[in-house]
């Protein structure tokens, strides 16, 4: 894609003029613009997916489409977009414009939907997930029963429970009450290690034993595991082996006549076409 469509990027940037206002929520885009069509058995099962990439890889694209089971697809699947990082706060130099990373996101979306998911994507002005998670419920109004499964990374999984992020322990036991208990939430951390976050290829044996002895150690992760409400996944050792960090450095290093072949293993053609023809961190 050379060009973005201009109706699509000036709706895009007035809702992302719509948070930076203050507006906690804003729907961005959905498969059907009537909203989300659900229909048999109630509580819908909805995958949720904190995708704030920079760029989207294939690894989130696998990440954003795991099935609820084996044999079952979620019923629609929310990509969100957050203006703010609870470690980088409204980004770094150097990143991806807002805008960029909504169009990107717009595009993940799509890839989604090739799949015959339906696919919503938000935004809001929370950095972390049981704040995004509260803001969903109070926001997304639905006509049947629903319940959120959040699909994360083992860093992000970590991330979550890091006594950083809360005033006191008792703050973050009642931060995991409210998320798994009273609103039903559950994740599902697919295993892949810090260092392939980082860039780095690591093998599944060493993501999985990341995840698995975060959700055995002693704290709140671990309760909530053994109640059933933390899943481990594992994703395919391709995917693991992919980052935004690693897709960075290869399109500041590549040559002009590599770059698209190489660049369309480590993210979906669209955004390949997209990080080419936007020039994108070079």
Partial sequence: MSRWPVARSLA???ALEHVSRGEPWRIAYTTHQDGLRLSGPSP????VLDASFNPPTRAHAALASLPRTPSQPFDAHLLLFSVRNADKGRGRAGDASPIERLEMMELLAHELEAQHLQVVVALVDEPLVFAKSTLVHAHMHLSVPYRLYWLVGSDTLTRVFHPRYYDSEAHLEACCERFFGVQGSRMICAERSAASVQGTITTPTTAASEAWQFVHAPGPARTWY???????RPISTDAAQLSSTAVRRFLHEASPEARRPQLCTMVPPSIADYLISHTMYH
Avoid: S
């Fill in 12 to 14: 895009l940037r007035e």
């Fill in 44 to 47: 819908a099962h909805i995958a």
């Fill in 226 to 232: 053994e109640r059933g409400a933390i899943e481990l």
